[in-house]
């Protein structure tokens, strides 16, 4: 039995004196010392555990400590507090089928000075003709698996937590400080470590022990572990937990932090996930961006220094680097082959995700950006960071993609499983010009070519400053009353008459300074005392913080979706910040904001799930500049960029697809790029698909063709949405751009070619068929004029076709063909 201090006793307490619990003696049982821990192992054939346990006399009366009984990972029983002087509790419990049995006293957390603990009258019964129970080493390895990955962590005699590096097959058993799973700063640790922390007496140290162990299964999806680490001198906790979804591949990653120090404990850097791999061969592939050109791949190797992806503008934080990224251990990230670590931070504000390559080891630490952002914790508060999302793929990016799409189908965003209806947005077609009519004018034409929603775009509201373009009104959510002379009602039922659903556009955390809203609260807003305003687009960022702003934004999105009629809503974000201030946080707390506002903003989005679970929500900043699973959690697709030129969107959709389903991935039809009507409709159709067009203004022959597409989309979006995508030419090293999706059952797929440069016929190769199944090839939504697949309607097995490939029958830069193998 491993004692926190001097060693258990043997019928004696840890002073060596009787063991003895509130003036009772006893006989026979062990003295030990708070933090103290024993395995046994016990085969299955043992039938009761009976002990009586309390703090031993020779403490004085004082300590404090809590007992606890594990078998097989599952807490049988815990004491709860039990301070010196209490008289002994006794404990019978049944051991049915137990294999380990773990005896724990802890310090509960307030140190452990006195903490003297008996296991007075201890006995373990077996069952007639059992071996004898044996002591298993004290502390021993916790292995996070799924079916097809594990990380290694295991216990050093120093009782530090270490890993072992991801894509080290043979690991050596020398424990060195630069494998510590969760390394504190200040005591020996000398890279980057996952936790700084600032204590009450100002010291700047932290030193992280193994405490325990739990597992515990969720809902038969998941499985829940969570590694309990202590300070052995300071009562601070640190639980690294970790989700795993076994069948994805998945795990989702976070870690809490509390203590019970007198005042708040400074936290610098807090980690979500720490993680140690074997830098050989370790490709790094990550995506930056701006406004309009968003998800630009990058692949490079790790080399030794330092490497930091990251954002600190706090809101609309991903404009420039999405805080997803894809680690491939063989190299440069292959499609169908190599070991392949991908993570995506579900956090919506500044991150920071950095890669430290100290020479020997490249750990992985990924989290809230420590820029600016200390936080105060209070004793006994816990701090959760925002979850990293792993995903596992032995098999190249491919494999990686389809496992990431299907976990969050179930578990990343809403109705995963629910095809997306036909949506006509009129942003592009109209932007701020418009009124009634000119909207209602839209819906006849939308509807005849097979539109089913409509979404209504900036420029609706505000009435002292209206919102005729970017400089004015934002804050001010009452309809125009020029524009709208009887508010939204009419709009939506003459949507409605027509057999319509309607959306809405809004963008509830911001305000113009030309608004009413500023002219009564100009304190509500984000920015620094004595400077001047900083604006983008004209406008300022609401502070979330402020529990007043809370219940504005909340009553504005709620005064909008209550409309009767409106099915959808768009929820933009088009700046970020750059001047942190607060007026509600204290001086001493103003560094919380960057924190304090995203937990705001995800409260405010969970308040509005549950109020109306029936609206889809699409998540838009100013395009991708919030993108990531924390948000994504409570909406139903994202706006990814402002570009909708389908050259450019072609691209653009098969980066973000490395994460995110394509169902999630709004891609509309405009004239930007002034490509042709058919490329740009089959660009759109392969994800989520949408127009933004001026019907009234479109030719007979571009109308015919997006009709077309709108049937064909119907025709195919279960296979689209719902099925597994196949990415086969990649357009960033190939003349086009090809993917396609096959259903779950196999029996069909859908083959979209995007041709990005003229270039010679090829056949396409598609994957993921049954080899034995036959296949029709059909060509959807073809081009009027263009020649016939030369394999039109012909069947072929699906081997024959993974192996031979399909001739397309496009060849010049932007056209586009769509094919249907089905049965
Ligand atoms: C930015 C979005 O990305 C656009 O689609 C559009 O909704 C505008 N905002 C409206 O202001």
């Known amino acids: 039995m491993a004692s926190g201090w001097g060693t258990a006793q043997r019928n004696l307490s840890i002073s060596g004196t009787p063991l003895t619990i509130g003036g009772q003696k006893f006989a026979r049982g062990v003295g030990t010392h708070a933090n ?44 709860g507090l039990i301070t010196g002087g209490t008289p002994a509790i006794p404990v019978t419990l049944k051991l049915d089928g137990v294999r380990e049995l773990i005896l724990e006293v802890t310090d509960h957390g307030d140190g452990s000075g006195y903490d003297h603990a008996d296991w007075a009258d201890a006995a373990i019964e077996m069952i007639d003709s059992a071996a004898k129970p044996v002591a298993l080493p004290t502390y021993d390895t916790v292995v996070i698996k799924t079916d097809h990955f594990s990380v290694q962590f295991r216990v050093g005699d120093d009782r530090r937590l270490y890993q072992q590096s991801i894509g080290l097959e043979n690991a050596d058993d020398t424990l060195t400080r630069t494998e510590e799973a969760y390394p504190p700063s200040g005591n020996g640790y000398i890279w980057e470590p996952a936790l700084q922390v600032i204590h009450t007496d100002g010291n700047t140290s932290t030193d992280l022990l193994f405490n325990r162990v739990t597992q515990t299964n969720e809902a038969g999806h998941s499985e829940l ?128 995700c950095a890669f430290d390559y100290n020479g020997g080891q490249v750990r992985a630490l990924t989290g809230l ?279 450019i969107r072609a691209t653009m959709q098969w980066d973000y697809s490395y994460f995110f389903p394509l169902m999630t991935v709004a891609s509309h039809v405009t004239h930007s790029g002034n490509r042709s009507m058919h490329f740009t409709c089959s660009v759109a159709m392969s994800a989520r698909f949408g127009m933004d067009l001026d019907l009234a203004k479109l030719s007979a022959a571009d109308k015919v063709v997006c009709a077309r597409t709108i049937a064909t989309y119907k025709h195919i979006r279960s296979v689209t949405q719902l099925g597994d995508l196949y990415r086969l030419e990649n357009p960033h090293a190939n003349p086009r751009c090809c993917m396609s999706f096959v259903s779950k059952d196999q029996a069909r797929s859908i083959l979209f070619v995007f041709q990005m440069r003229d270039a010679e016929l090829k056949p396409v190769r598609p994957e993921g068929l049954d080899p034995k199944k036959s296949y029709v090839i059909r060509e959807l939504n073809p081009l009027t004029g263009r020649h016939l697949l030369s394999q039109e309607g012909k069947s072929f097995r699906g081997d024959e076709l993974m192996q031979n490939g399909i001739i397309p029958n496009c060849l010049k830069a932007a056209e586009a063909c769509v094919i249907e193998l089905g049965q």
């Not at 980690?271 to 692949?299: C, I, K, Q, Y």
């Not at 209602?440 to 002292?464: C, T, Y």
């Open 36 to 79: 103290s821990r024993m395995r046994l192992a016990l085969y299955g054939k043992a039938k009761r555990f009976l002990t009586k346990v309390g703090v031993d006399d020779s403490a004085g009366g004082k300590g404090s400590v809590e007992f606890i009984i594990t078998a097989d990972t599952k807490v049988l029983w815990r004491s």
């Open 225 to 352: 572990t969570k590694i309990q680490l202590h300070d052995p001198a300071y009562p601070l906790e640190v639980v690294l937990c970790f989700r795993t979804y076994p069948a994805f591949d998945l795990i989702e990653q976070w870690t809490e932090i509390r203590h019970r120090e007198s005042n708040p404990i400074q936290l610098i850097r807090m980690a979500s996930s720490s993680l140690v791999f074997n830098p050989t061969n370790l490709n790094l592939m990550h995506f930056f961006g701006d406004w309009a050109a968003e998800m630009n791949p990058v692949t490079e190797p790790l080399t030794p220094g330092i490497k930091i992806l990251d954002s600190k503008i706090g809101v609309r934080a991903h404009q420039y680097s999405n805080p997803s990224f894809i680690l491939s251990l063989d190299g440069r990230p292959a499609e169908n082959a190599g070991r392949i670590l991908a993570g995506s931070l579900a956090w919506s504000g500044s991150f920071q």
């Open 369 to 647: 950006n420590p820029f600016a952002s200390i936080y105060h914790l209070a004793k006994g508060e816990i701090f959760t960071t925002p979850a990293m999302i792993w995903v596992w793929s032995g098999h190249g990016l491919g494999e990686m993609s389809r496992k990431f799409h299907s976990w969050a189908r179930d578990f990343g965003f809403r109705d995963g499983h629910q095809p997306r209806e036909v949506l006509l947005n009129n942003w592009e077609a109209t932007g701020f010009d418009f009124d009634f009519n000119r909207i209602v004018a839209l819906f006849d034409p939308a509807k005849e070519i097979g539109a089913e929603l409509f979404l209504l775009d900036d420029g609706w509201f505000g009435n002292k400053f209206p919102r005729i373009d970017d400089r004015a009104g934002l804050g001010d959510w009452a309809p125009n009353r020029l524009r709208f002379p009887n508010g939204l009602a009419p709009l939506t039922a003459a949507a409605e008459k027509r057999g319509l659903h309607f959306g809405i556009w809004m963008e509830p955390e911001m305000v113009n300074p030309k608004s009413e809203l500023f002219e009564r609260h100009p304190n509500w807003v984000i920015a620094q005392p004595k400077r001047e305003l900083d604006l983008q687009r004209n406008q300022l960022v609401l502070d979330l913080t402020r529990p007043d702003v809370q219940k504005f934004e909340q009553k504005v999105i709620w005064g909008i979706l209550n409309v009767p009629g409106i099915t959808y809503a768009k929820w933009d974000c088009n700046r970020f910040l750059t001047q942190p201030g607060s007026s509600w946080l204290s001086a001493d707390r103003q560094s919380h904001l960057w924190i304090e506002y995203v937990r705001a903003l995800y409260k405010l989005m969970a308040q509005t799930m549950e109020a109306f679970p029936k609206t889809e929500l699409m998540l838009c900043s100013g395009g991708g500049g919030r993108v990531d699973y924390a948000a994504l959690k409570y909406f139903h697709e994202f706006w990814p960029s402002d570009t909708t030129d389908p050259m």
